[in-house]
Each structure stands twice: as structure tokens, then as C-alpha cells.
């Protein structure tokens, strides 16, 4: 079961060779199946350009194509199944194009017309031999009211298929499937054997259509911490099945969580974490966008969860529960993380209490997470007791748990982020979304430190072992990039981050493609340093980079970022697709 997801059980996903290449869309509860659009009048085998679109795979979303002529095509989001009201992920591909072959898609039915479309934000794209996701140009897309659409907002886009044999992804986000989970949790596993028992996954429950609910536990058990109770923070995700970013973002936290830092060992050594990574596997593999199969929202669910109707939710509930009343615990957070489609930045939301040292003890962690993160934006954070939101992880945990837990929704951006507030919006990727994972495990041990749970003379020790020799660095940088540093303050409890390792082989991504554009899917902070000497070398082509008194001199190869041709919007307007379908007649 491990590593991938088969599902025999649920046949409607898998293709036999007698079924038809352009079969009406049963093959996944509406999802378009190799659909090819041949032009009207038109029979017999279908002919290069005749678009094939399919969307019959784990998180494809893509119920209807209508095609209004050669070169434009409407296109309807399928409806979370059970829940027709939300329709906002979609994750299609398109194959069988013509060499330089242009079109315009308009996705037609999105639920949520206020949304970061609004503030540029556009859909992500990319091929067989060029797997590494990139953003459509903003130029290229258009989101706006639409008098042929009913008044509808569409979201539109152009673009020009560059290469004829390859199959182009297009989706909202980079999507994180229920299988990727399954083989990078596979991976941690056999990373994390040096922890011993201080890491384990377990089987805490199955969904509806009987996929793993796994629970990560990362901690030892073994070392008793301040008045002999052991610290837990409970961390949920993607209980939302269309906020992908939520996935990268738990990841970041486990890799950080497990890897061999001194600063993560202490983290370890003192406190436990609780990790349930995928709350909704059902909804996330079916291509949802808020629901599980039966069409519920979770994160509205909390109140009414049942173990028949909410299996996944009910069993995590459960252990929670069984965590605050532990004799030997003390659960001090509940963390539940989501990607904000409204607005930029992550933020936090949190709860107010009429006491008041309550409140202050609650505003504590975020911020110091506002501190840690440079994409924190404080605008956009918020604490309410809203009783709407009574379904919601934060507010059912707040009013069900003890005092002492801080129950939190994490939400970041599914767009980008303000650096300091700065007017430039910087697009996520998903080593930034990996790098808000790290900050917020480097946001729970300065909680740690500040409340004495962990003793702060042993993070100081660790600053200062881990500082940097001054010789480490190579002439080259010395006088390129050294001399350019700002001086800085150090703070009294310097966290040395700059020295996580992150091995690449964990990353579940590199299990099923081989990211040749990358130096490497999860990159270091010293990779993006280097980087950023290699840049200030005008970057490209083959470059040696050495450093003093280090081991043995590393090559960089800097391969080209990839891109795909994509068209200018102007150049396609209804004249000219006149034109063009005149020239060809
Ligand atoms: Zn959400």
C-alpha cells in the first residue's frame, strides 16, 4: 500500500486499452477522459491539433470542454463531488497539439469569483520533458467579467503549445497527490531510522474509500522536560483538498523535524510533534477543492463529526482529545494549515478570550512566527471568536481542549508574498511554501526557549558551534558578495538555520520525476546562496565553484531555467482568428 495507491476497489480511474481515446468524460465522477476536440463536421481518426484533453488521474479536475473554434475553448471545472456549490481546483492535461499551435482556454465556472486572480495571480504549467512547474506570464491571462459567459467572471488564458509530442499539465497550483504522500512518508521512514524511537508513523484511521490517515510522531518520549510533563504540539493539513501549498508546507516541517540540526535534535529531544499530513485523502485524490467524497467540508465539520461520515476527521478528533487528557502530556498547540486563495502572505488566525492573560498567551507564538518569517503579513492576520466558524479546528479545539492549548489556523497564500512589505509580490514555489514549514518549527523552539521548556543556554551552545569559519568562505566570495553584507544584529538566541540540511531524497517529488532543471528539488540555503554568486558571475553554462578549506571543490552545472513559448494575449484577437480561419478556407 505504501508508495502508491493502486485502489483496485475504485476502478473508475483506470483506463483499459478497449475503452475509446475519446470517451465522454466517465472516466472519473465527471472527469474529462481523453477527450479529443475535433472540429464540427469532422469524422474518422482525429488529427494532430485535434486537442486531447484528459483530467481521469489522481487530483485531475476538468468536467467539460466546449470548443468555439480552432483556437478557443471553454472549459468547466467538475464540481466537488457531492458538493456541486464549490468549483475552484483544476489540474488537466492536454496532449495530441500541433507545433506552435495557439489557443485560448477560459475556465468558465469558478465558484469563488474574489480570489488572488484578482491580484495576478495565474495558473501553473508544464510538460513531459519539462516537469518543473512554472507560472503563465501575466500578460498571457485575464480574469474578468464575461458578457459571452452570462456576466460570469472567466478566467482566461493564452498560450502556444511549443513542442508536438509532449503532453502539457496545466492546474492552479502545483498539485501534491495522496501518492506522493504515501511515497515521501515511505521515505521518511527509512531516512528517519537514526531517530530510532523518536519518529514513527502510524496508521491513526482510513477514509471513506479506505486510504491511510497517517500520523507522523517525531519526539522522544524517553527525556522528561520542565515540571516532568512532555511537551506536544499537534500539527493537521490539507483538510482542504485544492490548497496544495498546505501539503508543502507540512513537508517543509517534517524535513526540518527529522533532519540531523542540532537545533531539530533539542526541538526533538523536548517536545513532541503530532503530525496528520493529509486530513481529506479521499477529497485530495478525487480532485476536490474543499470536500471529501460525500461532499462535506471538514474544516466546517468538527462539531458534527462522525465516525460514518467524517471517519478521518472523527479519528483525529479522537486522538487529540486522548493527547490533552494525557497525565504525562501537556498539549500546548493544534495547528491546522491551509492555503489562503484571497489573500497574499501567510498569517495567522487565531481566537480571543475574555482573559486577558489567555489572549497574551495566545498572541505569543504568532509573533513570533511574524519575527522568524519575512512573508508573514500582519495585515491579513486575524483572532475572532466567531461563531460561524464554530466547525473550524480552531474554534472547536478552543472550546473543547484545556486552557493551556493555542489552537491555530496556518493559512498561506496560494499566490505569493509582500518580502517585508516590500510592493513586489513574490509567487510561492514549492521551496518557498517548504521554507514556511521551517519557520514555523524554528517559531515552535523559540516558544520553547522563551517559556524555559527548553533550557536556553543549549541553543546558545548550538549558535556557537555551528558558526561558520571565517576561512570557509573562497576568495571569490570574499570579495563578491562578503563585502556587499549588511552587518546585522544578532539577537540574544541566534538560530543557525543557514545549516539545516535537507537531503534531496526525501522529497517525494524526485520518487516519480527526475527534476533536471533544478540543481535539486529541495534546495539548501547554501544552494541558494551559491546561486546567488553565480548570478553575480552572470550565471549559465559551467561553473567551477571552490571554497577554501573545504572538501573537495564542487562543479555546478546551471542549466538555463526552462521555458515554455507562451504567446502574447494581444496577438490573438477574434480578428485574427477570423483571419487565420479565412486563410485556411
Ligand atoms: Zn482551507
Not at 119 to 142: A, G, H, M, Y
Not at 332 to 360: M, P, Q, S, W
Not at 466 to 494: E, G, I, N, Q, Y
Request: hydrophobic letters at 35%; one cysteine or more.
Amino acid at each position: 500500500m505504501q508508495g502508491c495507491d493502486p485502489l483496485e476497489f475504485t476502478s473508475i480511474y483506470q483506463r483499459n486499452l478497449e475503452d475509446s481515446e475519446d470517451s465522454d468524460g466517465e472516466g472519473g465522477l465527471g472527469n474529462v477522459n481523453r477527450l479529443i476536440m475535433r472540429p464540427p463536421g469532422h469524422s474518422g481518426k482525429a488529427k494532430r491539433g485535434h486537442l486531447c484533453f484528459d483530467a481521469s488521474f489522481e487530483t485531475g479536475n476538468l468536467g467539460r470542454v466546449d470548443l468555439i473554434n480552432e483556437y478557443e475553448y471553454d472549459l468547466f471545472i467538475r464540481p466537488d463531488t457531492c458538493s456541486p456549490r464549490f468549483r475552484f481546483w483544476f489540474n488537466f492535461t492536454v496532449d495530441n497539439v500541433k507545433q506552435d499551435q495557439r489557443v485560448i482556454f477560459n475556465i468558465v465556472n469558478i465558484s469563488k469569483y474574489r480570489n488572488v486572480f484578482n491580484e495576478n495571480l495565474t495558473p501553473v504549467v508544464k510538460s513531459s520533458t519539462r516537469p518543473k512547474w512554472q507560472r503563465i506570464p501575466k500578460t498571457d491571462v485575464f480574469y474578468q467579467r464575461s458578457l459571452t459567459h452570462h456576466g460570469h467572471y472567466v478566467l482566461s488564458f493564452a498560450f502556444a503549445f511549443d513542442r508536438e509530442d509532449e503532453v502539457f499539465q496545466f492546474s492552479i497550483a502545483a498539485p501534491y497527490s495522496y501518492s506522493k504522500l504515501q511515497a515521501y512518508l515511505s521515505c521518511l521512514e527509512s531516512k528517519a531510522t537514526h531517530l530510532n524511537e523518536s519518529f514513527s508513523r502510524e496508521l491513526l484511521g482510513n477514509s471513506i474509500q479506505k486510504r491511510r490517515l497517517d500520523v507522523i510522531t517525531i519526539g522522544s518520549k524517553g527525556i522528561p522536560s520542565v515540571k516532568n510533563k512532555k511537551r506536544v504540539v499537534v500539527v493537521l493539513a490539507r483538510v482542504h483538498p485544492g490548497e496544495s501549498p498546505s501539503s508543502f508546507v507540512c513537508q517543509g516541517l517534517l524535513e526540518f523535524l527529522v533532519s540531523s540540526h542540532p537545533l531539530a535534535t533539542l526541538l526533538r529531544e523536548h517536545v513532541i510533534f503530532k503530525i496528520v499530513p493529509m486530513l481529506n485523502p479521499d477529497g485530495v485524490f478525487l480532485g476536490n477543492y474543499r470536500s471529501t467524497l460525500m461532499g462535506f467540508d471538514l474544516n466546517r465539520s468538527y462539531h458534527i463529526a462522525s465516525s460514518w461520515a467524517h471517519p478521518t476527521l472523527r479519528a483525529t478528533i479522537d486522538m487529540i482529545i486522548a493527547l490533552d487528557k494525557g497525565r504525562d502530556l501537556q498539549l500546548d498547540f493544534v495547528l491546522d494549515i491551509h492555503a489562503h486563495t484571497t489573500l497574499k502572505g501567510c498569517f495567522i488566525y487565531g481566537n480571543t478570550y475574555e482573559d486577558v492573560y489567555r489572549y497574551e498567551r495566545h498572541i505569543v507564538f504568532p509573533k513570533l512566527l511574524a519575527n522568524t518569517a519575512d512573508d508573514y503579513a500582519h495585515s491579513n492576520a486575524m483572532f475572532n471568536s466567531d461563531v460561524n466558524k464554530i466547525g473550524t479546528a480552531r474554534r472547536f479545539f478552543c472550546s473543547t481542549l484545556s486552557n493551556k492549548v493555542n489552537c491555530y489556523t496556518f493559512q498561506v497564500s496560494i499566490y505569493g508574498y509582500h518580502a517585508h512589505g516590500s510592493e513586489l509580490c513574490i509567487p510561492y514555489n514549492e521551496e518557498s511554501y517548504m521554507r514556511c514549514g521551517r519557520n514555523l518549527g524554528k517559531a515552535f523552539l523559540e516558544y520553547y526557549q522563551i517559556i524555559g521548556a527548553i533550557p536556553v543556554s543549549l541553543t546558545s551552545d548550538v549558535g556557537e558551534k555551528k558558526r561558520r569559519p571565517k576561512t570557509h568562505r573562497s576568495k571569490l566570495t570574499a570579495r563578491s558578495w562578503h563585502s556587499d553584507r549588511p552587518k546585522t544584529t544578532r539577537s540574544r538566541f541566534m538560530l543557525h538555520f543557514t545549516d539545516v540540511n535537507y537531503d534531496s531524497e526525501t522529497s517525494g517529488e524526485e520518487l516519480h520525476h527526475s527534476y533536471r532543471y533544478q540543481l535539486s528539488p529541495t534546495r539548501t540555503p547554501h544552494q541558494d546562496r551559491d546561486d546567488h554568486y553565480l548570478k553575480k558571475l552572470g550565471g549559465g553554462g559551467r561553473i567551477k565553484c571552490s571554497r577554501v578549506g573545504s572538501p573537495p571543490p564542487t562543479t555546478y552545472i546551471v542549466m538555463p531555467e526552462p521555458s515554455l513559448s507562451i504567446i502574447d494575449f494581444n496577438l490573438i484577437t477574434r480578428n485574427e482568428i477570423d483571419a487565420a480561419a479565412k486563410r485556411k478556407n
